[in-house]
């Protein structure tokens, strides 16, 4: 009946959802787990979309510094990001979108920039064993950076259950107090079959699994990047995750969405709009992003649709 009653713009009396707010005085009680009203965020872009809402979520203020696709990050301007106001800098390595493996060097410089300001790193490392150059360094691990890190994986990526939503979280220990009241706020907890199931998969699954993980999505990489090469876009072999950022201005003149459904509608390939992956449309209008995460026999199909692009 809700569905019928936006159909029809109804008034909506057949759901039991209050259309005012509850009082204040509960919204205030609900603590935030490190992020509070006025607050900075750092946020490296392009970014995997949540990031940014997010931080505003919180009624925090998200500050954008460019990641390039290649060479190492502007450190300079990196710093000039950071302020008084800096309570956090989200840190997504391997990344989504842009598949960058962060250096030893560029984390040593958030580690000091962390400390320098007081400010946490809430680090994204679901792709922690998918790459292919360099290695993976959680930040963590740096000097001085046990206590003011907030590290987030999940089994999502690792074991392609991206539905089971089995996640981890690691924390100073009075972080980890407010980050479990917060969550109790917003689910109750991941089901006891699949908690199970992922302790299973890291007891037994020894190194031969992560090394063929990261072969097997290398392969994936190649043939995908190999293609779109092919079909005249551009883009950087990404060093990690399994994702590609692809330049689609030699092909067409087309802003991101637009090109998006005309690729996916005309020639069966589907993208994500780069625009998604940014603070302002302008800056991903000429950019869409591919996954890689699917069975060689389905990308080598999707490369020789994508062939046909330019004919």
Same mark, same amino acid.
């Given at each position: 009946?809700?569905?019928?009653?936006?159909?029809? +713009?109804?008034?909506?009396?057949?759901?039991?959802?209050?259309?005012?707010?509850?009082?204040?005085?509960? @919204?205030?009680?609900?603590?935030?787990?490190?992020?509070?009203?006025?607050?900075?965020?750092?946020?490296?872009?392009?970014?995997?979309?949540?990031?940014?809402?997010?931080?505003?979520?919180?009624?925090? /203020?998200?500050?954008?510094?460019?990641?390039?696709?290649? +060479?190492?990050?502007?450190?300079?301007?990196?710093?000039?990001?950071?302020?008084? /106001?800096?309570?956090?800098?989200? $840190?997504?390595?391997?990344?989504?979108?842009?598949?960058?493996?962060?250096?030893?060097?560029?984390?040593?410089?958030?580690?000091?920039?962390?400390?320098?300001?007081?400010?946490?790193?809430?680090?994204?490392?679901?792709?922690?064993?998918?790459? #292919?150059?360099?290695?993976?360094?959680?930040?963590?691990?740096?000097?001085?950076?046990?206590? =003011?890190?907030?590290?987030?994986? +999940?089994?999502?990526?690792?074991?392609?259950?991206?539905?089971?939503?089995?996640?981890?979280?690691?924390?100073?220990?009075?972080?980890?107090?407010?980050?479990?009241?917060?969550?109790?706020?917003?689910?109750?907890?991941?089901?006891?079959?699949?908690?199970?199931?992922?302790?299973?998969?890291? &007891?037994?699954?020894?190194?031969?699994? #992560?090394?063929?993980?990261? =072969?097997?999505?290398?392969?994936?990489?190649?043939?995908?990047?190999?293609?779109?090469? /092919?079909? +005249?876009?551009?883009?950087?072999?990404?060093?990690?995750? #399994?994702?590609?950022?692809?330049?689609?201005?030699?092909?067409?003149?087309?802003?991101?969405?637009?090109?998006?459904?005309?690729?996916?509608?005309?020639?069966?390939?589907?993208?994500?709009?780069?625009?998604?992956?940014?603070?302002?449309? &302008?800056?991903?209008?000429?950019? $869409?992003?591919?996954?890689?995460? @699917?069975?060689?026999?389905?990308?080598?199909?999707?490369?020789?649709?994508?062939? =046909?692009?330019?004919?």
């Amino acid at each position: 009946m809700t569905r019928l009653a936006n159909e029809h +713009g109804a008034i909506n009396l057949a759901q039991g959802f209050p259309n005012f707010p509850c009082p204040d005085v509960l @919204k205030d009680a609900a603590a935030l787990g490190v992020v509070n009203p006025g607050d900075e965020v750092v946020v490296f872009e392009p970014f995997y979309e949540n990031y940014g809402p997010d931080a505003i979520l919180c009624d925090a /203020k998200p500050v954008f510094v460019p990641m390039p696709a290649e +060479g190492p990050i502007d450190l300079d301007r990196l710093a000039t990001a950071f302020s008084a /106001k800096t309570r956090a800098i989200i $840190v997504c390595t391997p990344n989504n979108p842009t598949g960058r493996v962060l250096s030893r060097a560029e984390l040593t410089a958030i580690a000091e920039l962390c400390q320098r300001h007081d400010a946490f790193a809430v680090t994204d490392e679901i792709y922690e064993h998918i790459y #292919y150059e360099g290695e993976h360094i959680p930040i963590a691990t740096l000097p001085g950076m046990a206590d =003011r890190t907030i590290t987030i994986s +999940g089994a999502s990526k690792t074991f392609s259950i991206t539905g089971w939503r089995i996640g981890t979280i690691v924390a100073p220990p009075d972080v980890t107090d407010a980050i479990r009241k917060v969550h109790d706020f917003l689910t109750v907890g991941a089901p006891a079959p699949l908690q199970e199931a992922v302790a299973v998969a890291i &007891e037994t699954l020894g190194d031969d699994y #992560y090394d063929g993980l990261a =072969r097997d999505y290398r392969r994936r990489r190649d043939i995908l990047c190999a293609g779109l090469l /092919k079909a +005249g876009f551009r883009c950087r072999v990404p060093a990690g995750a #399994y994702y590609v950022m692809a330049d689609f201005s030699d092909i067409s003149e087309l802003p991101d969405d637009e090109f998006s459904k005309w690729l996916t509608a005309e020639h069966g390939v589907a993208p994500v709009p780069g625009s998604s992956f940014y603070s302002r449309a &302008e800056l991903g209008r000429k950019y $869409v992003r591919f996954a890689f995460c @699917k069975t060689e026999d389905m990308l080598q199909q999707a490369v020789e649709r994508l062939q =046909r692009v330019r004919d």
